[in-house]
């Protein structure tokens, strides 16, 4: 190789070097301006959920997949600016995608039930509900798990394609809610007068509410003597301290002469034998 090749070779690798620079510098400032420019969509994207008051479990949906969507894009017009074929790398990307999505198949059950979660809200943060055999307030709906407070203060996750797929029992839609207790009573006790001051009294009870009114009705005969059907209604956040309330006044009501304990009583018979003569 004389001279002359040498140095035909020295300014092709300096050609060819000057462009690959020049690509890999305008790649870095592609991607350093698109990261910025994908950083203002999702703050701009996000400011206009919060004045429309949209939930914040949805914008958390809504920006990671803008996000996602947004960086592959970037990627793949840096790729085309390098020359290569981007069409491989879609098919590359779906099957990948096809793979992970035999492989973490659970996973995107749970993402697509959180998606219906967002869109129907059957729940919402805050609701007390029955879910999936857990009852409990829920304190997120999440990407891919539920998050819920039980009553004695246990924060539980359930999967949300487990509790898409199963009842729902939210308690907190209604306006109100009914209250069911029993009050036993002696057969000889009057009746009539119980249930009036049953009626009176637990319509006294803070957070009960006047409509619908305190039902007290018969429910059942037993051995020991009527059953009482005792059934206030309250709004779902008082539930439990009515709960109590009530059970304190059936108590205390049903005490004194007029309501004698209900006692379990059977009628024995003796047959005597009668003497020999």
């Known amino acids: 190789m004389n001279a002359q090749d040498i140095t035909r070779w020295q300014e092709m690798a300096l050609q060819y070097g000057s462009e690959l620079g020049v690509k890999v510098l305008a790649a870095i400032a592609f991607w350093v301006i698109g990261r910025w420019l994908i950083g203002q969509v999702g703050t701009l994207v996000q400011s206009a959920l919060e004045r429309q008051k949209v939930d914040a479990t949805v914008m958390r949906y809504l920006g990671t997949v803008i996000n996602v969507t947004l960086n592959i894009l970037l990627v793949v017009g840096i790729l085309g600016y390098f020359g290569i074929q981007t069409t491989t790398f879609a098919a590359l990307f779906a099957a990948a995608g096809v793979a992970i999505g035999l492989a973490w198949s659970g996973l995107l059950a749970n993402f697509a039930a959180g998606v219906f979660l967002i869109i129907l809200r059957p729940i919402k ?4 509900v029955t879910v999936a055999g857990i009852t409990g307030t829920v304190k997120e709906v999440g990407l891919f798990a539920s998050a819920i407070n039980t009553p004695d203060n246990v924060l539980t996750l359930v999967g949300n394609n487990k509790i898409f797929s199963d009842t729902i ?20 006790a009057d009746h009539a007068a119980a249930m009036a001051l049953l009626r ?18 018969i429910l059942e005969f037993n051995l ?3 059953v009482l059907a005792v059934r206030p209604y309250c709004h779902n956040d008082h539930y439990w301290q009515v709960y ?15 309501f004698p304990a209900p006692m379990p009583a059977q ?8 003497s020999g003569a």
Do not use: H
């Open 224 to 226: 020991v003597g009527p």
């Open 200 to 217: 009176e009294r637990i319509a006294a009870i803070p957070n009960v509410l006047a409509s619908p009114p305190v039902d007290v009705e």
């Open 244 to 258: 109590f309330d009530t059970n304190r006044t059936i108590r205390e009501s049903l005490t004194g002469a007029e």
């Open 267 to 274: 009628v024995v018979f003796v047959n005597q034998p009668a």
């Open 169 to 188: 029992q939210n308690f907190s839609l209604n306006a109100y809610r009914r209250v069911d207790l029993k009050a036993q009573l002696s057969g000889a």
């Open 125 to 128: 943060v805050g609701d007390f």
